[in-house]
């Protein structure tokens, strides 16, 4: 399937050259698209530079720091504009391990709508976190799970591949949410939808270089949207626009 790999990118140049290295080992016929919110390190420019020796990578310069949820929705709607078929959604600092694309991938091809890269399914791991930060960042998961009814056990998880299908019955336009937010809300439309979610296990590793763009303000957010979508959908009955619903298979 022709896949798009979206790399959201903000001072990332000490770790785009090893990712787009390692992306491009792990699926050679990908294309790659770098989201860049005009980084003052150079990062646009590593990237672009990387492309002019291996092919296949575009870069997006928007004018300025944006988010996370705002990269994601301007990588999706370039490439539904070009024709792919499957949108991968990763971070750029080596927290997610490239090596498990094609599984992701092979998901997809399988049938899944989307295809979340889980920490918390059978297989999945989370070596290097701290207990609290384990039970922390599950809660959080669970507490998403039982308001919105959705049986996904890691519905925060940034590595993920959408069918390109399934992008095409949300309106990205709509979609808010930034951070953990939106790969909840995401998630949530598939689900929604009638889409065919599944989980796929991986390791997730910590930061090696760089500092991390997550805040408590993002944490927040997720907690206060998730729970005021609950309420609007399963007390108010009120069912959010999601653009044209599908049937799952």
Known sequence: ???LVVLPTFNEVENIVEVLDRVRAALPEAAVLVV???SPDGTAE???TW???HGGLTVLRRPSKSGLGSAYRAGFSWGQSNGFEV???MDSDLQHDPASLPDLIAAVEAGADLAIGSRYVEGGQVPEWKWS???ISQTGNRYAAWVLGMKVQDSTAGFRAYRASALAGIDLDAVRADGYGFQVEMAYSVARNGGHITEVPITFGERARGTSKMSFVIVVEALVLVTWWGLRDRVLRRAPSTGPSRTSA
């Open 1 to 3: 399937m022709k896949t």
């Open 133 to 135: 930060r384990r039970a």
């Open 36 to 38: 860049d919110d005009s």
């Open 51 to 53: 492309g002019e020796h």
């Open 46 to 48: 590593a990237a672009e």
């Open 87 to 89: 949108m991968v959604e």
